[in-house]
């Protein structure tokens, strides 16, 4: 006779759901126990009210998509933004500070100006948030799985760090062709005025290499910003959720459910923002520069070029991480995705902590 599993635990909690069920025999010194059986990643049912099941190749497409949504329209809509931390970075003595940064570009390339990149921004992020959320979705289910139930609640934030990490790597992969030729376009006066002008340009000029030379400084820009953004915003709802909201989550109604997503969204971007800005700065530089390496780069930047345009990527980035993380949420509301609550301590750890009786 076997005694009940931890299934329903594990489909109410996804960063806790064990790598084994637990069988064991009544009396196991009398019959050899039976080898424990894989868990299946996907839920085995669909719970009441929800589209599909955990851990299903619909959830995980569907998250995918709710990041190229997220991710896409935030950068493009930012833009204008973006191009003056750019020209700040790699042009400090023309571009002194934002306000300047605005206006001198309104008054060289009028208004229509400030939307340069806007093509290659779209659908490079759109690509970089496919792989984000959705791997990221993936590799935290994965590492899960493969800790257990109570080593996932225990290391949690290492958790959250490790499959955001994982997913940001491929992630990078995919931005890095657009990533290099948007910062062209904005930052290099005459060069191209749109993205089909600019890439058979670069082909021409450095070959498949241009697109790709950017993808190291990328991945020291993105892995560690995307790290802080993925589990600051897990461990701030948490807390939100425990120190803030007068009510659990499942008494909270979708709308304030998704205000303590945008306010946990915009707390993560902030610290996004600082933790990534100095490689952000050597991403600028080489792509504007022909035989640069990021050494180079950051050595001649030194300790306080790197730092040029935070102001501007603080704002950015926070609002930007907050919106995408509002999407992102939003999305799973409409398609009716599994939403789990913030992470409670399993009952088996409270029995062996002493916390119940």
């Known amino acids: 006779m076997y005694p009940t599993t931890l299934t329903q635990?594990?489909?109410a909690n996804p960063f806790s759901a064990?790598?084994?069920?637990?069988?064991r025999l009544e009396d196991p010194s009398q019959t050899p126990a039976a080898p424990p059986q894989p868990r299946r990643l996907a839920a085995a049912a669909v719970a009441e009210?929800?589209?599909?099941a955990f851990g299903s190749n619909k959830y995980?497409?569907?998250?995918?998509?709710?990041?190229?949504?997220?991710?896409?329209?935030?950068?493009?809509?930012?833009v204008p933004l973006d191009l003056v931390k750019c020209?700040?970075?790699?042009?400090?003595?023309?571009?002194?500070?934002?306000?300047?940064?605005?206006?001198?570009?309104?008054?060289?390339?009028?208004?229509r100006g400030l939307a340069r990149g806007w093509a290659p921004t779209f659908i490079g992020y759109s690509m970089q948030g496919l792989c984000k959320f959705g791997f990221y979705e993936v590799f935290k289910n994965v590492y899960g799985d493969f800790l257990g139930e109570e080593n996932s609640y225990m290391w949690r934030t290492s958790l959250y760090l490790a499959a955001s990490a994982s997913a940001e790597f491929f992630a990078d992969i995919a931005l890095?062709?657009?990533?290099?030729?948007?910062?062209?376009?904005q930052t290099q006066p005459g060069y191209a005025n749109t993205l089909r002008q600019a890439v058979p340009k670069m082909y021409a000029e450095e070959g498949i290499w241009a697109f790709y030379k950017g993808v190291v400084p990328l991945w020291m820009r993105q892995i560690p910003y995307t790290m802080m953004k993925f589990a600051c915003f897990e461990r701030t709802v948490e807390a939100l959720y425990k120190h803030v909201v007068p009510k659990p989550r499942s008494e909270c109604s979708k709308a304030e459910q998704l205000?303590?997503?945008?306010?946990?969204?915009?707390?993560?971007?902030?610290?996004?923002?600082?933790v990534s800005h100095p490689a952000d700065s050597v991403v600028s530089v080489l792509n504007k520069e022909k035989g640069s390496t990021a050494f180079q780069v950051l050595k001649r930047l030194g300790p306080k070029?790197?730092?040029?345009?935070?102001?501007?990527?603080?704002?950015?980035?926070?609002?930007?991480?907050a919106l995408q993380w509002f999407i992102y949420d939003s999305v799973k509301v409409y398609f009716r995705l599994p939403r789990p609550p913030p992470p409670e301590m399993p009952e088996s750890l409270k029995k062996k902590l002493g916390l119940t009786e």
């Not at 995980?60 to 930012?78: D, E, F, K, N, P």
């Open 18 to 23: 064990p790598l084994f069920s637990l069988q």
């Open 176 to 185: 890095a062709p657009m990533e290099a030729a948007k910062v062209r376009i």
């Open 259 to 274: 205000v303590v997503t945008f306010v946990a969204g915009y707390i993560a971007g902030v610290f996004c923002a600082i």
């Open 60 to 78: 995980y497409a569907l998250c995918g998509l709710g990041g190229i949504l997220s991710c896409g329209t935030t950068h493009t809509a930012v």
């Open 9 to 11: 635990l594990s489909r």
């Open 305 to 321: 070029g790197v730092w040029k345009g935070l102001v501007a990527r603080i704002i950015m980035i926070g609002t930007l991480t």
């Open 49 to 52: 009210g929800d589209s599909c």
């Open 87 to 111: 020209r700040l970075q790699v042009s400090p003595d023309k571009y002194k500070n934002i306000f300047k940064g605005f206006s001198i570009t309104i008054k060289e390339d009028g208004m």
